[in-house]
């Protein structure tokens, strides 16, 4: 429908302008730190919020030249399906597996593996372009040319070090919760003939599993833009523009008598998940 197609599109549009501000501001904070400029949330937020028009911007253009080379191999997966899957249930082609069927994963195999080949090398060249941005002043048509100026020679080793963050989020994703669950299933048969008793412990194993998640998100967030950090100094990010930058954003919050406290963070990221499941 379209308006559900519309909705989507929203939904997905805000989504990428708040990934992008928060690495911004995760970034603003590893950059002051190793410039030596202390910046704390509140004057992060403010540093992101100003150069917001750029970031999205820059955001915007990377899904959009991803989608534009993604394109031919999403087209190709749903001829694959057109062609071989349409004509039963899918739960009939996973029990009897038909000819058509392996013939439907070795196509999708192939392309997958395209994909990977196209997209993998272009969005580790383009690494460096959020910095670039935010540092540096170069405009979002230009960011990505530069990131992959600078990147040359040095993409082999910042790919590795992106699968192995990469690795490491997966597996702190999935083992935890997974763990939660299982001391979960461990723990409620002792307290099957009280109602009170269940309701409250599975009441408490979702309210640990949202807050799980939710920190297990930010390590992994804040441990992605610490490592595009780390690259963008040592591939010649410049120490007196940054610095004067953050210099800037510590003053603008020295007589301001708003802070982000814990309980307020908690409450706004409360808040963006009540609004994202509603939506």
């Known amino acids: 429908r379209p308006v559900g197609l519309l909705l989507l599109v929203g939904v997905a549009a805000l989504s990428i302008a708040i990934v992008a501000l928060e690495l911004a501001c995760l970034m603003a904070i590893g950059v002051g730190a190793t410039a030596g400029v202390r910046i704390d949330a509140w004057q992060a937020l403010r540093f992101a919020l100003a150069r917001a028009r750029p970031v999205i911007g820059l955001a915007v ?6 989608l534009l080379l993604a394109a031919p191999f999403l087209l190709g997966l749903g001829l694959v399906y057109l ?38 090398p272009r969005l580790v060249s383009w690494s460096l372009a959020l910095p670039v941005v935010l540092f540096e002043d170069v405009p979002p048509r230009r960011a990505l040319a530069e990131s992959a100026r600078r990147t040359a020679g040095e993409r082999r080793r910042i790919l590795r070090v992106l699968l192995v963050w990469g690795g490491a989020s997966f597996l702190l994703a999935s083992v935890v919760p997974a763990a939660i669950f299982g001391l979960g299933r461990l723990a409620a048969p002792y307290g099957l003939g009280n109602l009170g008793w ?18 297990i998100s930010w390590c992994n967030t804040s441990a992605f833009a610490l490592l595009i950090v780390q690259i963008y100094r040592r591939l010649g990010g410049s120490g007196s523009g940054i610095r004067s930058r953050l210099a800037a954003a510590e003053a603008l919050a020295a007589g301001d008598a708003i802070r982000l406290t814990f309980a307020r963070v908690m409450g706004a990221l409360v808040c963006l998940a009540l609004v994202a499941g509603g939506l």
């Open 61 to 66: 253009r990377v899904v959009t030249r991803s």
């Open 198 to 215: 269940v309701l409250g412990f599975m009441l408490a194993l979702l309210a640990t599993w949202v807050l799980t998640n939710l920190l």
């Open 83 to 120: 062609g071989l899957l349409r004509d039963f249930d899918i739960n009939y082609y996973l029990k009897e597996r038909p000819p058509a069927f392996l013939a439907a994963v070795g196509l999708v195999l192939v392309l997958v593996i395209g994909l990977a080949a196209v997209l993998v």
